[in-house]
């Protein structure tokens, strides 16, 4: 887990709380939600970041974009291991976390040798295609989870059968789902919801 401590100026504090208002609100909410109001404060501060992140022209830094690496093995992204995997700066998270990420991100390949002895890197692939996403977006147009209407900005596009384990990269293998509910059926062993 990551903890969070600070003070902001009145300015700066009124805009956070804004900010996390209106996605938190209780006529923002699912009736069906069960999370703590700090829980989805802390949800709808990752989904501002992550928005940010994704639909922001972000600064370079040593030739790259921000982003958050995963470091994960073949086995665990095809679902044949539970072992941990690493996030870059070392905090683990668990196989499924990773297969999520793994769901809408750029992949590099990394292959090693004993000791971690690094013996190729393949390049960098968009996993999903934007003409795809477009398609998806406007099909879906929001989280497709069955009561939530989390708006696409806000969702990743997830496989119906994850690319690890053959699924293609295709709009009938894709659908939207906000985050929180992405986290739910890859770690939550919900369901993921069926196309209509």
Known sequence: MVGIDGELDPVGGGTLISA??????????????????????????????????SHTDTPVTGAFRS??????????????????????????????????IACDSSVTR???????????????TRTIPSAIRKALIVRDRHCRYRG??????????????????GGPTSLGNLVLLCRRHHRAVHEGGKETPALE
Not at 46 to 53: M, Y
């Open 20 to 53: 996390l208002r209106s996605l938190t609100d209780p006529e923002q909410l699912n009736p069906d939600d069960v999370r703590s109001a700090a829980q989805r404060r802390a949800d709808a501060l990752v989904d501002i970041c992550s928005d940010h992140l």
């Open 148 to 165: 939530c209407d989390r708006p696409h900005r806000w969702c990743d596009a997830h496989h119906r059968q994850h690319w690890a384990d």
């Open 67 to 100: 982003h958050v690496s995963v470091i994960v093995s073949l086995e665990s992204l095809a679902g044949g291991s539970a072992e941990p995997c690493e996030l870059g700066d070392g905090a683990v998270i668990s196989a499924e976390a990773a297969r999520r």
């Open 110 to 124: 990394i292959i090693t040798g004993g000791d971690s002895e690094i013996l190729d890197v393949g390049r960098a």
